[in-house]
């Protein structure tokens, strides 16, 4: 498909959501968001890895720090609190081109399988890994997949731990995912969650905060953002135990970094002023504009941009606001009895709504 085609069908699953200034919010998906979010990856893939770099993620910045060496250090904060060890093998579910997953195996020594609905994807993660050390590639497994229901090789009870770095709330409804991670994880694993939050100031009857939760969505390709108490309850439909959960940018903010949010309005050092900040993508939008219009850039290339702007402009405000957050933490364990028979229903039932979206979808 051309760019436009992909963005005319994305935009089907966002119905109104392209009319700025308003709080109206998509109807429910009964593909829990899949197809919407292949195709949006598809779009911004590229647009990520030029302005961002290798991790779609946000993360708090050290100003004394460049933009990459801050990402990297909550990734390893992470990856710590969820006790991944060196051999341990575990799954990077909605992984992206799989920058964070090497790292962690760079940090860790853990071996790591990728999985992304995205082919694009899955070929520039391949690309990538191929011009690395043995010691990368030898450890790094990358699958095209949908988290909603995994593919066949990965069996259940078959690895350590697993998580979702930026990529749950990519889903309608988180238990679906948290049930398919929780099935493949051993008894006593851990599940952890890096993911995109309402804060408990948010007030969703605030027009304001309502047009912000709504630009977030379609510009990042998400769905039904939340509150804790909300997702905590999406944890334990999963048949997970939550043991840790807090905001890592106001933990990040208490030690003397800067908000998360700086990225996308001042940046902290000379790239992430040109790319990721609020001058920088209105640069980068310019640029698009003129080579659309001489023909150098495909027809849609720059809705994509003006998309993913107005998702930045509306999570710099939310953060700024204290009413969002994409830096919460979720640290779960997968029970030691997992095979009971009170878990086991749990995940029928889960699997139940996994089969009917997919019959739906054929």
């Known amino acids: 498909m051309s760019s436009e085609e992909i963005l005319a069908r994305y935009d089907n699953y966002y119905s109104g959501a392209t009319d700025w200034d308003t709080a109206q ?12 979010a292949e195709r949006y990856f598809t779009l911004i893939t590229d647009f990520f890895e030029y302005g961002w770099g290798d991790a779609f993620h946000m993360a708090p910045l050290r100003p004394d720090w460049s933009f990459k060496r801050s990402m990297a250090y909550w990734e ?3 990856v710590l609190t ?28 853990a071996n790591m399988t990728g999985v992304t609905i995205c082919q ?11 011009e690395l050390p043995p010691y990368i590639q030898d450890r790094t497994e990358y699958l095209v997949g949908d988290y ?21 709330s990519h889903s309608e409804d988180r238990a679906i995912p948290l049930a398919q991670a929780a099935k493949i994880v051993k008894p006593g694993g851990i599940v952890a969650g890096w993911q995109w939050m309402l804060k408990p100031a948010f007030d969703y009857d605030n027009p304001r905060h309502m047009d912000l939760k709504r630009g977030m969505e379609y510009g990042g390709g998400l769905r039904n953002l939340n509150k804790p108490d909300a997702r905590h309850e999406e944890y334990k439909r999963a048949g997970l135990e939550v043991l840790q959960s807090y905001d890592m940018g106001t933990d990040a903010i208490e030690r003397g970094h800067l908000g998360w949010w700086k990225a ?58 204290g009413i969002f ?21 749990r995940i029928d039932g889960l699997q139940a709504t996994i089969d009917l979206a997919l019959k739906a979808k054929k």
């Open 25 to 36: 919010q998509p109807a429910h998906d009964e593909h829990n968001n899949a197809a919407a």
């Open 76 to 78: 390893q904060n992470f």
């Open 82 to 109: 969820a006790g991944i060890q060196r051999d341990m093998k575990v799954a990077d579910l909605g992984m992206g081109i799989g920058g964070p997953m090497r790292r962690v195996v760079e940090f860790t020594g």
């Open 120 to 130: 694009h994807q899955v070929n520039r993660a391949n690309q990538i890994t191929s």
């Open 148 to 168: 909603n229901d995994l593919p066949s090789s990965m069996k259940p009870s078959s690895y350590d731990a697993a998580y979702f770095m930026e990529s749950l």
């Open 264 to 321: 996308l309005t001042t940046g902290v050092d000379l790239p992430s002023r040109l790319t990721s900040s609020h001058w920088g993508r209105k640069l980068t939008m310019g640029t698009v504009k003129i080579l659309e219009t001489i023909g150098v850039a495909e027809p849609g290339t720059l809705r994509t941009a003006l998309m993913l702007e107005h998702c930045g402009f509306s999570a710099a405000t939310a953060g700024e606001l």
């Open 325 to 345: 957050t994409p830096a919460w933490v979720t640290i779960a364990r997968v029970p030691a009895n997992k095979n009971d028979k009170e878990h086991q229903k």
